[in-house]
């Protein structure tokens, strides 16, 4: 005979009689509790056959709320490192956006872990706990940037400041104030400024007229020799040496007439008076050019430093403009530059993993509770009933449809046995006929005989 437990009545104080012990306990009322068990897909009625753990899942899915508001602050943090002061409502914005989505994957995930008992149990959870580092890595990155923000703008200064100095002794590098062309050289194929009024084309055009003139002066030279020569030629023939007597007249040669008139024509036909003017007014020229060369180098450096000086400030003006990915790299330097700030960066970045990943690892490490083995067994009792009910109905079907087919077949026999014997009548009918016939004409044969 069973022994009735009797406890006294939470009203009235009298004894009450205790017939099932495993029966339900009383329902959980509204409240937060109850809220965020809902919220990561416990049934109620079932874990009322387990109330003690009630406080363990209410406590799951506070987990799973926290690490959602810690999503939303750390995105928050993320915008306010890489934008430039955004506005309150839009980090509210973002951080709430981003709280509800990773609130919706971390309980879609922890949800998906109830009732599990089996062998595979664990590694059905990988997956999701896979899943969850990887939020755990976004939720992490923009907090470890927050924590070593100064020493990420100071190596971000540094670095830019650096850069912005080689990027200036390049451009005056590649661009020599005297105006001489770089365009040919790779290494200063990105930092040409391409300005007008370069000393070098001045320079060309004092090369080019010093070239005219040489050539001038070649040609008044080899005129000179020429004419010289003519006249050297002419006078030698023209001296006293070489008179001759005419009638007793001293008188010149013809020898001495032709060269006269060779020299006289060269010296007409040449034009190289001309060419002596055009060759003064060329050195006038180098001599105007070289006295401006001066101002215009001077004139020139001083473009060529302004022209990179405002280089420079757009430079620093892009580079002010960090983004992720540099703020990532600056990370990286920051952490391997010694051993403290890797070995603290990296017990961070573990200690934002771990809890991130609560959800789903408190799952891992709480194990199978009562609730997973009652949800486990409900789901397979839930199976069965509806693989039995299913059953039922195919059974039902079955017979309905059995049914439905017999009574055709049922018609088709009986029809086709009336028409076999509407067959075996007339076939008799016939046959008496016949017979009554013959009889006939056998009665007439023997009357007639």
């Known amino acids: 005979m069973a022994t009735e437990l009797r406890m006294?009545?939470?009203?009235?104080?009298?004894?009450?009689?205790?017939?099932?012990?495993?029966?339900?306990?009383?329902?959980?009322?509204?409240?937060?509790?109850?809220?965020?068990?809902?919220?990561?897909?416990?049934?109620?009625?079932?874990?009322?056959r387990a109330p003690a753990e009630r406080a363990i899942y209410s406590r799951y899915g506070a987990i799973v709320l926290a690490t959602a508001l810690i999503g939303g602050v750390s995105v928050c943090f993320a915008l306010t490192a890489l934008l430039d002061r955004p506005s309150v409502w839009a980090l509210l914005s973002a951080g709430a956006t981003w709280s509800l989505f990773v609130y919706l994957i971390d309980s879609w995930l922890v949800s998906g872990t109830h009732g599990k008992v089996t062998g595979r149990r664990r590694l059905a959870l990988l997956p999701r706990f896979l899943l969850s580092l990887l939020l755990g890595l976004a939720i992490a990155e923009p907090l470890l940037f927050t924590v070593f923000a100064p020493e990420i703008d100071k190596y971000l200064a540094g670095d830019r400041e650096q850069?912005?100095?080689?990027?200036?002794?390049?451009?005056?590098?590649?661009?020599?104030?005297?105006?001489?062309?770089?365009?040919?050289?790779?290494?200063?194929?990105?930092?040409?400024?391409?300005?007008?009024?370069?000393?070098?084309?001045?320079?060309?055009?004092?090369?080019?007229?010093?070239?005219?003139?040489?050539?001038?002066?070649t040609h008044i030279g080899e005129v000179d020799r020429q004419q010289?020569?003519?006249?050297?030629?002419?006078?030698?023939?023209?001296?006293?040496?070489?008179?001759?007597?005419?009638?007793?007249?001293?008188?010149?040669?013809?020898?001495?007439?032709?060269?006269?008139?060779d020299a006289d024509s060269y010296r007409k036909g040449?034009?190289?008076?001309?060419?002596?003017?055009?060759?003064?007014?060329?050195?006038?020229?180098?001599?105007?050019?070289?006295?401006?060369?001066?101002?215009?180098?001077?004139?020139?450096?001083?473009?060529?430093?302004?022209?990179?000086?405002?280089?420079?400030?757009?430079?620093?003006?892009?580079?002010?403009?960090?983004?992720?990915?540099?703020?990532?790299?600056?990370?990286?330097?920051v952490m391997t530059s010694a051993f403290y700030p890797f070995f603290f960066a990296i017990l961070l970045h573990l200690l934002l993993l771990v809890m991130d990943s609560l959800p789903v690892l408190a799952k891992l490490m709480g194990g199978v509770t009562r609730y997973d083995r009652l949800?486990?067994?409900?789901?397979?009792?839930?199976?069965?009933?509806?693989?039995?009910q299913l059953r039922s109905v195919e059974d039902r079907h079955r017979r309905r449809l059995e049914h439905g087919l017999a009574i055709p077949r049922i018609a088709e026999t009986e029809a086709r046995e009336a028409a076999e014997h509407r067959l075996a009548q007339a076939r008799a009918r016939r046959e008496s006929e016949r017979r009554a016939l013959i009889d006939q004409l056998s009665k007439d044969l023997l009357s007639d005989q």
Not at 181 to 189: F, H, L, Q, Y
Not at 238 to 255: A, E, H, L, M, W
């Open 375 to 388: 949800l486990h067994h409900h789901m397979e009792s839930v199976e069965r009933r509806y693989e039995t």
């Open 163 to 217: 850069a912005v100095q080689v990027y200036y002794r390049n451009l005056l590098r590649c661009n020599p104030t005297d105006g001489s062309s770089t365009e040919a050289r790779p290494d200063c194929a990105d930092f040409q400024l391409g300005l007008p009024g370069s000393p070098a084309a001045l320079g060309r055009q004092i090369t080019d007229v010093k070239e005219q003139l040489a050539t001038l002066n």
């Open 228 to 261: 010289n020569k003519l006249d050297t030629t002419s006078d030698n023939l023209c001296s006293r040496k070489n008179y001759i007597f005419v009638k007793g007249v001293r008188d010149i040669t013809q020898q001495c007439r032709i060269a006269r008139a």
């Open 270 to 333: 040449n034009n190289v008076g001309q060419e002596r003017r055009k060759a003064t007014a060329l050195r006038n020229q180098v001599g105007r050019l070289t006295s401006s060369m001066k101002a215009a180098t001077d004139e020139y450096h001083d473009k060529v430093v302004a022209a990179a000086r405002t280089k420079r400030a757009a430079k620093e003006a892009e580079l002010r403009s960090t983004g992720l990915l540099d703020r990532a790299e600056a990370l990286w330097a």
């Open 8 to 48: 006294p009545s939470a009203r009235t104080g009298s004894v009450t009689t205790d017939q099932d012990p495993t029966a339900p306990a009383a329902p959980a009322g509204p409240g937060l509790g109850r809220f965020l068990r809902g919220q990561i897909g416990v049934h109620e009625p079932i874990l009322d």
